[in-house]
């Protein structure tokens, strides 16, 4: 790594900082490793201003899972909010299983005339159930069942303790959070 030469204003530090994309590494409190670059720790331990949650929005890989689980959820009357936890944590947990998975394989198919062709993923790994992901089944069999016309509406039923419990804690998140109008 060279020498650095630039002069940021202490608030652009902070900025970089508190988004984690900063290879520089703090050696004393009032310094920066890099030449010439130095500046007080109140600008670098000042705020960010907290984003506002978008409801129903998933970025990254993961997106189209997690915005079919969301969506699967709110099917089933869970609220917005707390559907949007759920969703992220659903997310997450697909992609800890998705890592793990050594069989995890793709393929794609033969293209059509149109040049459109199907991808394939398939995985044999095993992960041990979350909760995110029993809600997220749960909520799946429910809109199945009523797609099918054997049950009239698609609720969630009462669910075993572990389960009320982190729906409490995803109801509970949910009313902590700054959402986006």
């Known amino acids: 790594m060279g020498d650095c030469n630039a002069t940021l204003e202490p608030t652009v530090l902070a900025k970089i900082f508190a988004s984690g994309d900063c290879c520089l590494k703090l050696t004393r409190p009032e310094r920066l490793v890099g030449k010439h670059m130095e ?33 699967t959820l709110i099917a089933c009357k869970v609220n917005n909010v707390v559907a949007h936890k759920i969703a992220v944590d659903f997310g997450s947990d697909v992609g800890r299983m998705m890592k793990s998975d050594p069989d995890l394989a793709s393929k794609v198919s033969k293209a059509n005339k149109d040049g459109m062709s199907k991808l394939t993923i398939k995985g044999g790994g095993k992960i041990a159930t979350s909760p995110s992901m029993s809600v997220v089944r749960l909520a799946q069999q429910m809109h199945e069942l009523y797609k099918e016309g054997l049950i009239a509406e698609r609720d ?17 998140w949910a009313q902590t959070q700054d959402i986006a109008s």
């Open 156 to 172: 969630l039923p009462q669910v075993p303790l572990n389960l009320q419990e982190y729906i409490g804690d995803s109801e509970h």
């Open 39 to 71: 500046t007080n720790t109140a600008a670098v331990d000042s705020p960010v201003a907290k984003q506002k949650l978008i409801v129903g929005r998933f970025s990254g890989m993961l997106g189209a899972f997690q915005l079919n689980a969301y969506n």
